[in-house]
C-alpha cells in the first residue's frame, strides 16, 4: 500500500489492523495515482493510546480527542483477551460509526485480528467506568455494516429462536451436565466478568457501590456479556456476542449468528462501499451510524420502571 505524508511516499505493511511505516521512497512522485488508491492507507497514526494491551500499562497521548465537558479518552488498559490498545484513528472511526463522542471515549481496545476489508475496527473492548459513566457490556460492536445486520437479524425473532435451541439443548443434556452451547456461554460470561473485574480498583469499586449499592455492585461484577448474569439462558443481545466472537476467535453462538448472517448474504468483512461508514477521512455527509437501539428502549413501559427501580434500590 502506499501514502502519502504531505510531502513524501511510503510504503507501508499492514499487519494485525496496525500500519507498519517503512523508509520513504526516494524520488518517487507518482502521478496520476488516483484518490481511491490512496485511500486504501489508513491515516498516518502508528502511536498507540496504550503502549501495551497489559493490566498495568499506563496510556499515553491521550490528548487526541476531547468531549463535551472536556471529557477525555480513556486512559484504561485493556485486558480483554485477544485484543490490542485503541489508536487515536481508531476512536475517531468509532465516533464516525456510531456519531457519538462522549461515550466512544471510554474505547480501549479493538481485536487483535482485523475482519474487515478495509482495515477499521468491527468492535471495541470499553472500559467499565469512564468519566463517571458505568458501562456494564465489556464490548461492543460497532461496525455499521454488522451492526444494522444484527439488528434484522433480532427484528425477525433470532434472539428468541436461539433462547429456544439453549432451552432445547439444555433439557437434552441435563443428565450429562451443561450442553456444549449453554457451556461455551457460561465460559464467555465468566471472561467478560473476569476482564471487568480485573480493570477496578477499589477506588473504583467504591464509586460503583455509591451508585448501584451493594447488591448492584456484585450484580455488576458478576456480569457477563452484554451485562447478562453468568446463570442466564438468554442470549439478550446478538450484537455483543458477535463482538465476543470477533475478539476472541470462533465461538459456538458466534458461529450461529455468523452463519445466520451469511445465510443472508451479509459479508462479514463488509462491502465495497461502506467505507465511508467507517472512514474519518472521507465526507460527513457520506456517515450513517445506526440509530442506539438502546435509546428506542428508553421510551418504553418495562425501561421506565427498570430504572425506578434502580433508583429505589440505591436509595436504599
Not at 4 to 15: A, L, P, R, T
Not at 143 to 153: E, F, I, N, S, T
Not at 300 to 316: A, D, F, M, S
Request: with cysteine.
Amino acid at each position: 500500500q502506499l501514502l502519502h505524508d504531505g510531502s513524501q511516499w511510503f510504503c507501508v505493511n499492514s499487519i494485525l489492523n496496525r500500519n507498519e511505516f517503512h523508509q520513504p521512497i526516494p524520488g518517487f512522485s507518482p502521478t496520476g495515482v488516483p484518490d481511491c488508491v490512496r485511500s486504501t492507507s489508513r491515516p498516518v497514526d502508528s502511536m498507540p493510546f496504550s503502549s501495551a494491551g497489559n493490566a498495568g500499562i499506563i496510556n499515553y497521548n491521550c490528548s487526541a480527542r476531547t468531549g463535551s465537558n472536556n471529557e477525555q479518552q480513556s486512559q484504561r488498559a485493556t485486558t480483554f483477551p485477544n485484543s490490542l490498545p485503541v489508536r487515536s484513528s481508531d476512536v475517531e472511526t468509532l465516533i464516525r460509526q456510531t456519531g457519538q463522542v462522549n461515550p466512544s471515549l471510554a474505547a480501549i481496545g479493538i481485536p487483535s485480528t482485523c475482519s474487515c476489508q478495509h482495515g477499521f475496527p468491527q468492535a471495541f473492548s470499553m472500559d467499565p467506568l469512564h468519566a463517571g459513566r458505568i458501562n456494564s457490556g465489556t464490548l461492543k460492536l460497532t461496525c455499521p455494516h454488522l451492526v444494522r445486520a444484527v439488528d434484522a437479524l433480532e427484528d425477525q425473532g433470532m434472539i428468541l429462536a436461539v433462547n429456544q435451541r439453549i432451552f432445547a439443548e439444555s433439557e437434552y443434556f441435563a443428565q450429562d451436565g451443561e450442553s456444549p452451547l449453554r457451556s461455551s456461554m457460561i465460559d464467555a460470561h465468566e471472561r467478560h466478568a473476569r476482564a471487568r473485574r480485573k480493570m477496578l480498583s477499589q477506588e473504583e469499586l467504591d464509586i460503583i457501590r455509591s451508585k448501584l449499592g451493594d447488591k448492584g455492585m456484585q450484580s455488576f461484577l458478576e456480569a457477563g456479556v452484554a451485562g447478562a448474569s453468568i446463570g442466564s439462558h438468554d442470549s439478550k443481545c446478538l450484537h455483543a456476542w458477535l463482538a465476543d466472537a470477533l475478539f476472541y476467535g470462533s465461538t459456538p453462538l458466534g458461529a450461529i449468528i455468523q452463519q445466520e448472517l451469511e445465510k443472508q448474504n451479509v459479508d462479514l468483512s463488509g462491502t465495497p462501499s461502506c467505507r465511508a461508514n467507517c472512514d474519518p477521512a472521507c465526507s460527513t455527509s457520506m456517515a450513517n451510524p445506526p440509530k442506539p437501539r438502546n435509546k428506542q428502549r428508553l421510551k418504553t413501559r418495562k425501561e421506565i420502571e427498570r430504572r425506578k427501580r434502580r433508583k429505589v434500590e440505591r436509595q436504599e
